[in-house]
């Protein structure tokens, strides 16, 4: 039992730990940021013009508002990637200060949130797009615009990619603001 009150009443945990943690930190934070920007840039570049029955049709990603929305979460997330990337390297210069890793929890939680409304929607319109739906009388696209739809597909993808990145992120920043010491 001494031991682990020993252990919360250390001021500042190991050199190495504070580095490992620094280092997943900025890893983790630059792929999210890398992801959620590629699935924007995806996104937002994806249409296809192709004509059925004598007919010129377009799909874009600006006809659906869950794709819109997923982009422009997406953008915001990378933004927002980039802000958490510089409070981290000012919260490690400041030293480890559980209280300000609460704030990074609140934020990446946040943006987590945010990626994971996102991907729930455009995976729907998604799953629409690709299968139909027979009872509304909605015929699948994905037969006709086939570039669009794998284009759709990647970024939605990466998205997911990015959310699972930002979950890990929000764990560990939790389980680094749980670190207060008991006075």
């Not at 930190?25 to 996104?43: D, E, G, K, S």
């Not at 987590?112 to 995976?123: E, I, N, Q, R, S």
């Not at 699972?164 to 670190?179: C, D, E, F, G, W």
């Amino acid at each position: 039992m001494a031991t682990i009150e020993a252990k919360a009443l250390q001021p500042n945990p190991p050199v190495r730990t504070q580095k490992l943690f620094l280092g997943a930190q900025i890893c983790l934070r630059t792929v999210a940021m890398a992801t959620t920007l590629a699935a924007t840039w995806i996104m937002i570049t994806s249409k296809q013009s192709t004509e059925i029955v004598g007919i010129a049709f377009d799909a874009r990603y600006s006809y659906s508002s869950a794709f819109k929305f997923l982009a422009f979460a997406n953008a915001v997330v990378s933004a927002c990637c980039l802000v958490s990337l510089l409070l981290v390297f000012l919260l490690h210069l400041q030293g480890s200060n559980p209280n300000h890793y609460f704030l990074l929890f609140l934020h990446d939680l946040f943006i987590m949130c945010l990626v994971l409304a996102g991907c729930a929607a455009a995976t729907a319109i998604g799953f629409v797009g690709r299968y139909g739906n027979s009872h509304t009388g909605w015929t699948p696209i994905c037969d006709h615009f086939g570039k669009f739809c794998h284009r759709v597909l990647i970024s939605v993808i990466l998205s997911y990619l990015s959310l699972i990145i930002l979950l890990m992120l929000t764990v560990s920043s939790a389980i680094k603001s749980r670190q207060i010491p008991v006075v």
